[in-house]
């Protein structure tokens, strides 16, 4: 079994993550590339104690193009995977030390 923090790897903070959080309860984080959601799930049901997870939704982004304009390269940004989690139970505190 993974460990569940190699699966969620941050939260997405941003405006429209925190609007998500008030409005329905859900969580966004980016996590490994090759998590399934009924990891996802076990991970995040695992990292944050007292805390049940009705939805788990994916989305894979891929990484923009970024160009240098004094060494006339092109480079790729890295695709990366992010999960959208819906509670049932229970509340995430993003910012706990």
Same mark, same amino acid.
């Given at each position: 079994? @993974?460990?569940?923090?190699?699966?969620?790897?941050?939260?997405?903070?941003?405006? @429209?993550?925190?609007?998500?959080?008030?409005?329905?309860?859900?969580?966004?984080?980016?996590?490994?590339?090759?998590?399934?959601?009924?990891?996802?799930?076990?991970?995040?049901?695992?990292?944050?104690?007292?805390? +049940?997870?009705?939805?788990?939704?994916? #989305?894979?982004?891929?990484? +923009? @193009?970024?160009?240098?304009?004094?060494?006339?390269?092109?480079?790729?940004?890295?695709?990366?995977?992010?999960?959208?989690?819906? #509670?049932?139970?229970?509340?995430?505190? #993003?910012?706990?030390?």
């Amino acid at each position: 079994m @993974k460990d569940p923090h190699d699966i969620i790897i941050r939260p997405v903070v941003s405006e @429209k993550s925190y609007k998500t959080i008030e409005t329905s309860q859900a969580y966004t984080f980016v996590v490994a590339t090759s998590a399934s959601k009924p990891e996802i799930k076990d991970a995040v049901e695992q990292i944050f104690a007292g805390v +049940k997870v009705a939805n788990v939704n994916t #989305l894979n982004r891929k990484g +923009k @193009k970024a160009r240098n304009r004094r060494k006339n390269t092109v480079t790729t940004r890295p695709t990366t995977k992010r999960a959208i989690i819906t #509670l049932s139970e229970g509340e995430i505190d #993003l910012f706990e030390s």
